[in-house]
């Protein structure tokens, strides 16, 4: 079984930043890509960004494109979220998901389907 757990998240006020982390454990498996979600009170959970964990290329969603960063570390089994200029929208419970049986391209990239294992979740609240 693949373990994943977020660390990181909490209170900070707007135009701050945090770094989430993602760290994978369990059974030795092939990661293809890890990714980043949030679901805000209310709403549906959505994407937000996602690395490809032998090439290292990147996809965000269009709102944070500029502001967030994702990166990996291969010897931790571990992907980052790195925030930055955090906005009050940004609040939202920020959960990690590893893609590991299938290799995807275009829309299915950005899908919460796509998603083999998911972390607990660890709450990010911007103040404004």
């Known amino acids: 079984q693949v373990q994943l757990v977020e660390s990181g998240g909490g209170l900070v006020q707007a135009g701050g930043s945090l770094r989430l982390s993602c760290a994978a454990s369990?059974?030795?498996?092939?990661?293809?890509?890890m990714g980043w979600f949030r679901q805000a009170p209310g709403k549906e959970r959505e994407f937000v960004a996602v690395?490809?964990?032998?090439?290292?290329?990147?996809y965000y969603a269009d709102s944070v494109k500029g502001r967030f960063t994702i990166s990996k570390d291969n010897a931790k089994n571990t992907v980052y979220l790195q925030m930055n200029s955090l906005k009050p929208e940004d609040t939202a419970v920020y959960y990690c998901?590893?893609?590991?049986?299938?290799?995807?391209?275009?829309?299915?990239?950005?899908?919460?389907?796509?998603?083999?294992?998911w972390g607990q979740g660890t709450q990010v609240t911007v103040s404004s």
């Open positions: 998901g590893a893609v590991v049986r299938t290799y995807y391209v275009g829309s299915a990239i950005y899908q919460e389907g796509s998603y083999d294992y």
């Open positions: 369990g059974r030795t498996f092939t990661k293809n890509m």
């Open positions: 690395i490809r964990w032998s090439s290292g290329t990147t």
